[in-house]
């Protein structure tokens, strides 16, 4: 009898042993995690063996109180023939997915999935399967399924950003260039190195007394030449005035002493005497008033 149970053992060690080292797993990575509401996760369903496999399906329950399903991508997948293409439920909570690698996959991790999920409410919850099965490329399809993996996550409130008053921030913050005041002889410079947070003084920097007097003798000068200029102008206006006066004076002197000479030529003695002593009254009169 004991005999016969040491060869039961045998049997059964040698029998099991293929199909453990054998075994594959199917995993949802990343393991756990915790988002905020709203955040993206994106999920990949992956296949480990240590031996070559060439069929892999399964079923994967997702937690719809707190994550719903975007998008299922096979791009990057280790599998090119699908038997049914990945798909999810919505409302059912699932994605399914079943297909092959024509060629084999030698062995090692790879993505057969790609999945992206949102963080809709606060909670937390397991991404699981329901069913799962990896298939050897061994010719006969024989099953090397082991372990099925899936994941937690945690979704929390989206937290509240506060940003800083303008009171809060530093004075050079508050002042993106130095302010420049300018007066008519005066110059005002405001720097933001003027401002501190502790004090909030401001340092106002005035232009020297040398500059204040130098404006003052440019503005002077200016009305002095202003003043010549108008006497030069009123001087030659005057004289061109004076000029034409005097012309006016001399032909009117004569027309005078030409009206006295034919007076002269048509009279008797007397009014001739009367006509010269007329004629030099006048003549001194237009002197006088060329003089003046």
Known sequence: MFKTYKISTFFLFFTFLPLYVSAATLSVSPQSGTFEVGDKVTVRINVSSSEPVNAISGEI???????NVESVSKSGSILNFWV??????????????EGVTLSGFPGGTGTVVTTVLRAVKPGSGTVSFKSGQILAND?????????????????????????????????????????????????????????????????ISVGNKFSDIYSGIKLVIGILLFVIVCLIVLVIFYVKKNRKLKREIRKAENTIRKSFRLLRNETDKEIKSDLNEAEDVISKEIEDIEKT
């Open 139 to 203: 010719g006969q399809g024989t099953d090397v399924t082991g372990n099925l993996s899936g994941a937690t996550y945690s979704v929390e409130a989206k937290k509240e950003t506060v940003k800083a008053s303008p009171e809060q921030k530093a004075p050079s913050q508050q002042i993106e260039q130095a302010a420049e005041v300018k007066a008519p002889e005066t110059t005002v410079s405001i720097s933001p190195e003027n401002i501190t947070q502790a004090s909030k003084e401001i340092t």
């Open 84 to 97: 049914s293409e990945p798909n999810f439920s919505q409302g059912a909570g699932t994605l399914r997915f």
């Open 61 to 67: 329950a997702f937690p719809t109180s707190i994550l």
